[in-house]
Antibody
Framework: QVQLVESGGGVVQPGRSLRLSCAAS????????MHWVRQAPGKGLEWVAA????????YYVDSVKGRFTISRDNSKNTLHLQMNSLRAEDTAVYHC??????????????WGQGTPVSVSS | DIQMTQSPSSLSASVGDRVTITCRAS??????VAWFQQKPGKAPKSLIY???SLQSGVPSKFSGSGSGTDFTLTISSLQPEDFATYFC?????????FGGGTKVEIK
């Protein structure tokens, strides 16, 4: 079955960087788009970024454009999120998600448990 | 960006009750809506996609309907394991956006 295991979260000072990783298994990783979605403490879900199956297309929410970079290594079945210039408002649990295709569109069908990121001085 | 307005933000219900949650999109999104269930400390779980299609393995007490801008998730007979928070998501266009969530609590 699909397994998505995130790592790399932690406590970091404002302005510093962090790199999240997601190890994927149970499906053909190189055939699916992947996303990061975050959830701030006590808040709802916010989509952060997506990358196409081959890494050629990337999409970001406006609040992270220019600071975060999504990437993937299909040879290692791994998704990454490089987060630079971190801000307090980036504090959240970050979930790795796998796209599922409904015949005409793609949604975030499978989710990992998430890795917590806390940005604090 | 497409806004998803979800209501109610919380509700109290009893075991056996029929529960309906609504999401309204700020523009026509055809049927590009998914619904998720989240329990405390757990990852969200997909219930419904394409507005009304049941995700594999999800019990048939969950159903979705709607098209265009108005969507509903219905739980036909609430059971103890259904007390959780539910979110809608539109995937018509980027950025993907979620509703604010509905917390379903025990009355």
């Amino acid at each position: 079955q699909v397994q998505l295991v995130e790592s790399g979260g932690g406590v970091v000072q404002p302005g510093r960087s962090l790199r999240l990783s997601c190890a994927a298994s149970g499906f053909t990783f190189s055939s699916y788009g992947m996303h990061w979605v975050r959830q701030a403490p006590g808040k709802g879900l916010e989509w952060v970024a997506a990358v196409s199956y081959d890494g050629s297309n990337k999409y970001y929410v406006d609040s992270v454009k220019g600071r975060f970079t999504i990437s993937r290594d299909n040879s290692k079945n791994t998704l990454h999120l490089q987060m630079n210039s971190l801000r307090a408002e980036d504090t959240a649990v970050y979930h790795c998600t796998k796209e599922d295709y409904d015949g005409s569109g793609s949604y975030t069908g499978h989710w990992g448990q998430g890795t917590p990121v806390s940005v604090s001085s | 960006d497409i806004q998803m307005t979800q209501s109610p933000s919380s509700l109290s219900a009893s075991v056996g009750d029929r529960v309906t949650i609504t999401c309204r999109a700020s523009q026509d999104i055809n049927n590009y809506v998914a619904w998720f269930q989240q329990k405390p400390g757990k990852a969200p779980k997909s219930l419904i996609y394409a507005a009304s299609s049941l995700q594999s393995g999800v019990p048939s007490k969950f159903s979705g309907s709607g098209s265009g801008t108005d969507f509903t998730l219905t739980i036909s007979s609430l059971q103890p394991e259904d007390f959780a928070t539910y979110f809608c998501q539109q995937y018509k266009s980027y950025p993907l956006t979620f509703g604010g969530g509905t917390k379903v609590e025990i009355k």
